[in-house]
């Protein structure tokens, strides 16, 4: 199926959950904000909340500094 990653499209597999994309995403083990379709998936449901076809991702990951 086909999403849409930070504006990209992005190839994945069906019922492939928001943990499984940030890891294949290379965004695993990193505190990261998503928003899918316009509305910010708490963390506590990566792992259960699978994508569907069009769904549109937004991934934000903070840098630190100083």
């Known amino acids: 199926m086909q999403i849409t990653l930070n504006g990209q499209p992005r190839d994945?597999?069906?019922?492939?959950?928001?943990?499984?994309?940030?890891?294949?995403?290379?965004y695993g083990g990193r505190r990261v904000a998503v928003e899918l379709n316009r509305e910010i998936v708490p963390r506590?449901?990566?792992?259960?909340?699978?994508?569907?076809?069009?769904?549109?991702?937004?991934?934000?990951?903070?840098?630190?500094?100083?």
């Open 44 to 66: 506590s449901q990566h792992a259960s909340h699978a994508l569907a076809e069009g769904d549109q991702v937004e991934i934000v990951h903070a840098i630190g500094g100083g």
């Open 12 to 26: 994945c597999a069906p019922a492939t959950t928001i943990t499984q994309l940030l890891e294949t995403a290379g």
